[in-house]
C-alpha cells in the first residue's frame, strides 16, 4: 500500500493489508523461524496501520473480476482504507485498480 520507509519519517503513513501481514510471518518462519517471524510482525505493527479485510472488501474485490484475487483484495483493501497509492513491483497487475499502483522508485521519486 504505502511506502513503510516514507511512514517511519513521518512523511506518509505506511499501510499493509491483514492478509499480507501473515503472509510475511509465514514465509519468514517457514524459511527461517518463529523468532525472526514474530519481530518481523511486530516490527509491521509497530510502524504501519493494517487494513482490514473483511466480507466488503473481499465482494469488492471478487466485482473487479481479475484473474489474481489476491491482488484485486490488496486493491480494494487499499480503497476502502483511502489509501492514496499501491506500492508494488507489478504495477501491471494492478492496470484496472481503483487506487493508483507505483513502483518502489516511481513512489520514492514522486
Aim: with cysteine.
Amino acid at each position: 500500500m504505502i511506502s513503510a520507509a516514507l511512514g517511519l519519517h513521518g512523511k506518509e503513513e505506511g499501510a499493509i493489508s491483514a492478509h499480507a501481514a501473515t503472509t510475511v510471518h509465514y514465509l519468514v518462519a517457514r524459511y527461517a523461524d518463529r523468532t525472526p517471524a514474530d519481530r518481523a510482525l511486530n516490527w509491521l505493527l509497530q510502524h504501519l496501520r493494517v487494513c482490514a479485510v473483511g466480507r466488503a472488501e473481499l465482494e469488492r474485490a471478487r466485482s473487479f473480476g481479475w484473474t489474481d484475487f489476491e491482488d484485486a483484495v490488496v486493491a480494494a483493501a487499499a480503497e476502502h482504507a483511502g489509501c492514496a497509492w499501491i506500492v508494488t513491483r507489478n504495477v501491471k497487475d494492478f492496470a484496472g485498480s481503483p487506487v493508483p499502483a507505483l513502483t518502489p522508485q516511481e513512489f520514492l521519486l514522486r
